[in-house]
């Protein structure tokens, strides 16, 4: 089944001057699937991203997920969409500090309100105590470090257990065996859960055991290799 | 909607910001204390210049008019062939005296609203105790009915009215004149009325009422007693005094009085215009302090949610991209205007109540005025809070508005 499909994506930036950045961008995913998104520094791939997202909803071509057609729908629509189904870990982990990072990670969950409070709080326990960072549930988001922050950040992305869940370098400031802990993971939601992963990433190794690698150059595919 | 989740963050933002929040609230307590404060001492205020004027005023009063001569008569007797006019006409000298006046009593009393009628009448008169003078005004008055009035027993410092109503030559003077003439409860006073007629009366009682003048100058006595001064016959009242059962109607019910008996009325306000108009000076300054305060505080508010909103727009970004959509950041932020608010009120409320009753403590001590007047009425609270919270959901609808509308990719991307 597919799970993600975008046809002719285009972007331009008009600040300062006209600047296409994503130029006619198609192609799909299959529900389940492990994607990595390779290429330069400022190829484009964060823009690509946050338009898969439907964060940004300012572009051309059109953008299905899960079969349904989200280009062209309501910023409240959107917003329901993204609480319940999207999970998004940020290339900057953006936490929000005067919160704990229970609650950092416990918000998005109480917003679906589809579970208790205590429901909600025992699994992002179990989603922080997953990925090494249990002892730092009751820490304010600002009183840990970096690595400690993206992690806490990814745990965010799962409380809702979405379909797709997107991250732009989720990886980029962890140390080789926490970068391993957080692919395992990953991996192991697509293979068990059926969930699809699309992540950006600049480590080779990470990418390479992914099931398909999309390779991008000035905003446009140029290679998609399939494991 | 949610809200439980909004209200937890917007709580956890407030607790964050302890000094802002403090701040904020505290602009709102002084707006709201000084909205208690002010309606409680101008309703106070209020309320005893209206006591003072109705203690000597009645809420209407009933009296013929002087007429100015018109040309009636000439008609009747030169008919209206020509144009009668009469130039340069002067007032008619007539008698002041009411008509039957004790079946005008009877109709007034019969009148749903009407609490009292007293039928007066009054003379100009000159005091004596031996070879000592001093200038009075004699009021002929049924006393039981004045006191219901003007509550003339509470002013009294000797005696008292009902010896007044068994006693027929008895008076009642004031503090000022039975000093000034050495004159005690139970001695005699001789009256001398401008037309020289003399009566000698006994004084059964003395009132003060601390304002110089009427202590000075007025005296009641039994109605009988003026028209023999006068040298006018029994039937002789030239005003009656009518107090009604709400003294802001008096208005209506003295126009509907009027027009029935056909006689001349005025009422406590018309008698007293420079009264009503201090009050409505008063009523407006107290107004636009207040506004000024309450905008203040709104200000402040607005200003503090608007500064926290541009510190927090990366998390507003967050929040809206793992799904929250506008209408839940509106509600985020209106619940912490709506928290400042009600601290504010909470404080407000109590604050209030301390400045009103602490300044309900300074002693004045001029004439009859002891203490500042400050009423404490519950409306003036429940407004105050009612407008408190009104201002703080205004002040923080805007800023509230202002965040939603953060694109959040803009601000994640940096
Ligand atoms: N707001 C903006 N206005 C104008 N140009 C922009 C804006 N945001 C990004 N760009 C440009 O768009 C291009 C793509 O940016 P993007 O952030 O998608 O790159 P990226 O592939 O994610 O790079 P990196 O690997 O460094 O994160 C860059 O050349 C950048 O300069
Ligand atoms: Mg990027």
């Known amino acids: 089944m597919i799970e993600l499909k975008a046809t002719g994506i285009n972007k331009s930036f008009y600040a300062p001057e ?70 998004f870990v940020f290339q900057f982990h953006y936490l929000l500090p005067d919160f704990t990072c229970l609650n950092n990670v416990m918000i998005p969950g109480l917003r679906l309100g589809k579970l208790s409070r205590k429901e909600v709080e025992h699994n992002a326990y179990e989603k922080l105590k997953l990925l090494g960072v249990g002892d730092q549930a009751l820490k304010r988001a600002s009183r840990i470090s970096g690595g400690q922050q993206q992690r806490v950040a990814i745990a965010r992305a799962l409380i809702n257990n979405p379909d797709i869940i997107m991250g732009d370098e989720p990886t980029g400031n962890l140390d080789t065996r926490n970068t391993e802990i957080v692919f395992e993971m990953l991996n192991k939601l697509s293979l068990e859960e059926q969930k699809t992963i699309i992540t950006v990433t600049h480590d080779k190794d990470f990418a390479s055991r992914s099931n398909r690698i999309i390779e991008m150059s000035d905003g446009a595919i140029i290679n998609q290799q399939k494991r | 909607m949610n809200l439980q989740i909004n209200s937890e963050i917007a709580f956890t933002y407030l607790v964050a910001r302890k000094k802002q929040t403090l701040v904020a609230s505290l602009g709102v307590m002084f707006g709201i204390s000084m909205y208690i404060f002010m309606n409680s001492l101008i309703s106070g205020t209020n309320e005893y210049f209206e006591k003072m004027t109705l203690s000597s005023t009645p809420h209407i009063r009933l009296y013929k008019d002087h007429e100015t001569s018109n040309s009636a008569m000439l008609d009747q007797s030169i008919g209206d062939s020509t144009v009668n006019l009469i130039v340069n006409p002067r007032l008619i000298k007539s008698d002041d005296r009411l008509i039957n006046p004790v079946g005008l009593v009877q109709f007034i009393r019969s009148v749903s609203s009407v609490t009292a009628a007293s039928p007066q009448v009054t003379a100009t008169v000159i005091c004596s105790n031996g070879t000592v003078q001093s200038n009075g005004v004699v009021s002929g008055i049924d006393i039981i009915e004045q006191d219901k009035m003007f509550d003339i027993t509470s002013t009294m410092i000797a005696g008292s009215v009902k010896d007044l109503y068994i006693n027929p030559n008895g008076i009642i003077i004031g503090s000022v004149m039975a000093h000034n003439l050495n004159i005690n409860l139970e001695d005699d006073v001789t009256v001398t009325a401008s037309n020289g007629s003399v009566k000698v009366l006994h004084v059964v009682g003395i009132f003060q009422t601390t304002i110089k003048n009427v202590d000075q100058t007025k005296c009641y006595s039994n109605v009988s007693v003026v028209q023999q001064l006068l040298k006018k016959d029994r039937g002789y009242i030239t ?28 009422t406590w306000q018309s008698a007293n215009e420079q009264a009503i108009a201090a009050r409505t000076i008063r009523d407006t300054i107290a107004n636009s302090v207040v506004v000024t305060i309450l905008l203040v505080a709104g200000f402040g508010i607005y200003n503090i949610l608007n500064m926290m909103i541009y510190e927090k727009i990366k998390e507003i970004a967050i929040l809206k991209a793992t799904g929250f959509a506008g209408q839940h950041v509106i509600s985020i932020f209106i619940i912490q205007a709506l928290l400042i608010g009600m601290i504010g009120v909470v404080a407000g409320l109590g604050f209030g109540w301390l400045v009103s009753k602490t300044v309900s403590m300074i002693y004045i001590g001029k004439g009859n005025l002891e203490y500042l007047p400050v009423s404490f009425y519950a409306k003036h609270y429940v407004q105050g809070s009612a407008f408190g919270i009104l201002t703080a959901f205004f002040a923080g609808y805007i800023p509230a508005v202002r965040a939603s509308d953060v694109d959040p990719v803009q601000i994640i991307r940096g």
Not at chain 1, 46 to 68: C, F, K, Q, V
Not at chain 2, 246 to 255: I, L
């Open chain 2, 239 to 266: 005003d009656i005094y009518i107090n009604i059962k709400d003294h802001n109607e008096a208005n209506v019910v003295a126009s509907s009085i009027a027009k029935v008996t056909g006689y001349n009325v005025e």
């Open chain 1, 18 to 87: 006209r600047f296409q950045v994503l130029n006619n961008i198609s192609f799909e995913i299959t529900r389940g699937e492990f994607i990595s998104i390779t290429g330069k520094s400022g190829c484009g791939k964060s823009t690509l991203l946050y338009i898969l997202s439907t964060m940004d909803t300012d572009y051309e071509g059109t953008l299905e997920l899960g079969g349904e057609l989200v280009t062209g729908k309501g910023q409240r629509e959107l917003a329901a969409f993204r609480n319940a189904r999207l999970g």
